[in-house]
């Protein structure tokens, strides 16, 4: 096997994150984060609108910024080893083109409209739209087409996110002559290959969240998309209609590209993919293991051999899909629309006095980052497990199972003895519990689990969270080595597509960082978070009913 090193790009909510790590061994050579600056500013966002749009000049500068800062940091004649490169992104984060795949934000008519703008995966602006396409979906008199996602669209996906935009914004909707994700554009911009009809789709991305499956034909037939809307009609003869995985090559770095980037043209450049399903390969997912990517929110990937899956729809998850993380085998997502979003929230409850008195306190934002910290420091000491209080960690509505953005969180069984730590650990075994729930609606489809690996910016700072988090899972949680493993996955597509392996299972054999630390359940807490488990569900139930008795009245 011939060596060389392989760029690497995590591409985040708030920052691209850029690895150069050796193709042999997979170590890291050198790594460099860059935050988005207009999105920093929260430009083109409102969060009371729950709508969070970002602007493809912050994609094009981070890019920039973090792969000359690597090349830097590694010293530059590096830039003349690197064999191949693997992006991922967020998603669904489609953005509406032109005929020659511009992104509408970049021309003058459109620089600061939202929708003309990536809407990025936390956008719920568009959950009437998905209410529509589920409904029709149910009814037109055709075949189910969400029966592959879980049985159920989300507003956090590509078909409602474009319904939206068209229905409000007729100006983007005459001026877009097809959408791209994220994932599919940066690929598609390195390599010179920007026409949306001709550009190479991810089969992740299509497969997950733009209903495309084989079995009809692609991407949703026509009359049904016309009957979810008929402002629909026409678009998808202008999309797509094949697929591609992670381990094809996109193209090769243009001559254009190298130059702004330091590197050498025609480097292969892999298919882009989600940043969960790269980051579950950088955490070396295998048949059997559940990685759940812990952030702001969770991301959940398993996969399966086609005669585990053959026919079975896996209802209320988010997806099955042929090759969209390892090729060769079913990719199956799941998650959580908040997971240290709920904690950061209280937080920041808790904080709102220091905040807003900040005048008189020196250092405010320091107190603040240590609430997190200290409250799991004591919320670890409360001795056993309380049945009171229990909460629900649907703070940005539910992904899974059974996707409904219009639920809310709750906490019950409050009482004038409920302190901060207190209410803090019921927060925390609601993110635990919400992961059980999905865990056994896998397994009641007879698709096996055995252990967890937990991966992402929150596994390697919260031991309590951890602790919890196995012993209601009730199995082994590890916790992968690698701090990058979206990064670090990418990098091991990068290497398919330079020739250095010849599939993603042998990269992650050689390219993989192993893991930090295991740990394992307590079988009395275990116990006792069966008790409590039975309250979260019920609780659960009767705020569903809740929830929706409220909307309907809306």
Request: glycine share 10%; aromatic share 10%.
């Amino acid at each position: 096997m011939a060596g060389g090193y392989i760029i690497g790009m995590d591409y985040g909510t708030d920052s691209v994150r850029t690895v150069i790590v050796d193709g042999e061994t997979g170590e890291e050579i050198s790594s460099h984060v860059s935050k988005y600056k207009m999105w920093g500013e929260g430009r083109y966002c409102d969060p009371s609108k729950n709508q969070f749009r970002q602007h493809p000049r912050d994609y094009i500068d981070g890019l920039v910024e973090s792969v000359n800062a690597c090349i830097e940091k590694a010293g530059g004649k590096v830039a003349e080893k690197i064999v191949g490169i693997g992006i991922d992104t967020t998603g669904s984060t489609p953005a509406p083109v032109d005929e020659k795949g511009t992104v509408l934000a970049f021309k003058d008519d459109f620089s600061d409209d939202p929708d003309a703008m990536f809407i990025l995966w936390k956008d719920h602006t568009a959950v009437e739209e998905a209410e529509d396409i589920n409904r029709v979906a149910k009814s037109w008199g055709g075949v189910d087409v969400t029966k592959y996602v879980g049985g159920v669209y989300s507003s956090e996906w590509f078909w409602s996110k474009i319904l939206h935009v068209y229905r409000y914004n007729e100006k983007v909707r005459k001026a877009a002559f097809s959408w791209v994700e994220h994932a599919d554009w940066l690929p598609a911009l390195l390599t010179g290959n920007l026409d949306p009809l001709r550009m190479k789709r991810s089969r992740c991305a299509a497969g997950h969240k733009a209903m495309w499956h084989k079995e009809w034909g692609g991407l949703p037939q026509e009359e049904f998309l016309v009957k979810v809307d008929p402002l629909l009609g026409g678009l998808r003869d202008r999309l797509y209609t094949e697929t591609h995985t992670s381990d094809q090559c996109a193209g090769y770095l243009t001559e254009e590209w190298a130059s702004k980037l330091g590197l050498r043209a025609g480097i292969p450049v892999a298919v882009g993919a989600f940043d969960a399903h790269m980051g579950a390969v950088g955490s070396e997912i295998k048949e059997k293991t559940f990685v759940m990517i812990l952030g702001t929110s969770a991301c959940d990937m398993a996969v399966a051999p086609y005669e585990v899956v053959g026919d079975k729809l896996i209802e209320g998850i988010c997806g099955q899909v042929d090759g969209s993380i390892i090729p060769g085998m079913v990719g199956l997502e799941a998650g959580q629309s908040s997971f240290g979003d709920v904690y950061a929230w209280f937080r920041d409850v808790l904080a709102w006095s220091i905040s807003n008195f900040s005048r008189k306190i020196t250092n405010p934002d320091e107190i603040i980052e240590s609430i997190v910290p200290l409250l799991s420091e004591r919320a670890s000491r409360i001795k056993g497990v309380a049945q009171w209080p229990v909460a629900i960690d649907w703070l940005n509505g539910r992904r899974t199972p059974y996707a409904d953005q219009r639920m809310k969180g709750a906490i019950a069984g409050l009482t004038l003895g409920s302190d901060a730590p207190a209410i803090f650990k019921a927060l925390v075994e609601s993110t635990a519990f919400g992961a059980k729930a999905i865990i056994e609606r896998f397994q009641e489809e007879n698709v096996e689990i055995e252990d967890v690996v937990a991966s992402g910016g929150i596994p390697k700072k919260s031991p309590f969270v951890m602790q919890v988090l196995c012993d209601v899972l009730e199995m082994p949680v590890r916790v992968a080595n690698a701090d990058q493993a979206g990064a670090l996955g990418a990098s091991m597509f990068g290497a398919v597509v330079a020739g250095l392996y010849k599939d993603v299972s042998q990269a992650q054999k050689h390219m993989g960082q192993g893991f930090a630390e295991v740990y394992r359940p307590r079988k009395e807490y275990s116990e006792r978070y069966r008790e409590i488990y039975s309250k979260y569900l019920k609780l659960g139930s009767f705020l569903e009913r809740l929830y929706r008795e409220v909307n309907s009245d809306d």
